[in-house]
């Protein structure tokens, strides 16, 4: 069931934001339900620059985060961590390669949340992608519920 | 070194860094004087020369190596800071003095190094304050002066630059030192005894505000920490191409993947503003 939801995201993205993936280098949150649970997933869509990104997801008070899978969907010369401190989510990857996320939607993990009971407000601060030279090139995001 | 910021105001106006706005030669031009055979470099260089922050330090190999600031005149107040790499020194010498007219002979502020700690005196107080260091690691040194008739001070920060957090603040309070006041900053080996050599970079002297440490880890001079900046450890260390920011994000003299590693943790564990 989890698969299936998570697949049906990535479809809506790889779907629904083609055209945006070709000219648009951001972060993608989308909220999807699993029983007691909510599943947040993390999607990357790149122009094929993509090299390293970092943001933070604040939650909403007395939600819980499981951030054990948040990168396990990124190419392996990527390297990285997720916490989640004081309250928010913290994501952050780079290529040890300095290699690129290719261009599209790229998948980079879920995120378990529970006790989320309005989602409405979750939003992704302080982005920042960059390329490999270690330089900004957008600060985008979008969240879909 | 050939930039020289003139900061308006009240300041002292004294940011004396070792590198060139290009990617050319590193130089000590902006100095006042240089004395020995202190050498501006970066890590690049045929002889490296590790630095903490933009491309290029300065190295001192012998005592006598300095360089001098003749920017302050009068100064009864004073703030200073500067990034020292200890290297591996064996005796003990002066690596930074802030003076008086009267030269060595009452010197209002004294840093020494003797391979362990650093130590630090004020003209005017009998009281020595000791920061215990390790060999080969940055240590931002930060120093604020005041003189006073029985009231004047000395504040001491010293933080290990692989870390946010000061390893030792200590302020030799009571001074009597109404009558100094500061003309001179020399920072090199100025003085002393010993082998061995050490780098100095950062340097930032002013009259009434801190000049503060420099963001850890913000490899790309951004203004934070973030992804970016490990990749530009990475391209450094692969590729050669020289960092901005400061890089050596774990302080211990080198540009490699744990200082990606330190990048990291310092995001999952603060986000991305600077401390």
């Known amino acids: 069931m989890k698969k299936l939801i998570s697949a049906a995201l990535i479809g809506f993205f790889a779907a629904g934001t083609v055209a945006m993936a070709e000219t648009d280098d951001q972060v993608l949150l989308s909220l999807g339900s699993a029983k007691a649970s909510s599943a947040l997933s993390i999607d990357i869509s790149s122009t094929g620059q993509t090299s390293a990104f970092s943001f933070v997801v604040p939650l909403p008070a007395g939600v819980k985060a499981d951030t054990s899978a948040c990168l396990s969907k990124l190419p392996k010369d990527f390297k990285g961590g997720c916490k989640f401190v004081d309250g928010e989510i913290r994501v952050i990857a780079f290529s040890e390669k300095l290699g690129a996320l290719p261009a599209g939607v790229n998948q980079v993990g879920i995120v378990r949340l529970s006790g989320l009971k309005d989602a409405s407000g979750l939003k992704a601060y302080q982005v920042e992608l960059s390329n490999n030279q270690g330089q900004a090139i957008s600060s985008k995001s979008m969240t879909v519920q | ?275």
Not at chain 2, 45 to 64: F, K, M
Not at chain 2, 153 to 166: E, K, M, R
């Open chain 2, 1 to 275: 070194m050939n930039s020289k910021k003139v900061l308006l105001g009240a300041a002292v106006s004294a940011v004396l860094l070792f590198a060139a706005p290009m990617a050319s030669a590193c130089a000590l031009s902006a100095w006042t004087a240089t004395n020995g055979t202190i050498i501006a470099g970066q890590p690049n260089d045929a002889t490296p020369v590790s630095r903490l922050s933009g491309l290029c330090a300065a190295r001192a190999a012998a005592i006598g190596d300095f360089v001098t600031d003749a920017s302050p005149t009068g100064e009864t107040t004073y703030q200073a800071r500067f990034y020292y790499y200890t290297g591996n020194v064996t005796g003990a010498r002066n690596v930074f003095e802030g003076r008086s007219a009267a030269g060595a002979s009452n010197l209002p502020i004294r840093v020494q190094h003797n391979g362990t700690s650093l130590i630090f005196n004020t003209n005017g107080s009998a009281t020595t304050a000791t920061a215990p260091v390790s060999a080969n690691r940055w240590y931002a040194v930060e120093l604020a002066w005041a003189a006073g008739a029985g009231t004047g001070s000395l504040a001491i920060t010293v933080t290990d630059a692989g870390t946010d957090t000061p390893s030792f603040t200590q302020t030799i309070g009571s001074v009597n030192n109404g009558s100094d006041t500061i003309e001179e900053a020399r920072l090199g080996f100025i003085s002393g005894t010993g082998t061995g050599a050490a780098n100095f970079d950062a340097f930032d002297s002013r009259r009434t505000t801190t000049p503060g440490r420099l963001c850890r880890g913000d490899a790309n001079n951004s203004g934070t920490r973030t992804g970016a900046d490990a990749t530009a450890v990475i391209n450094e260390f692969v590729n050669g191409v020289l960092a901005t920011g400061q890089p050596d994000a774990n302080g211990n003299g080198q540009v490699v993947g744990s200082d990606a590693s330190s990048i990291i943790t310092a995001f999952l564990n603060t986000g991305s503003a600077c401390p």
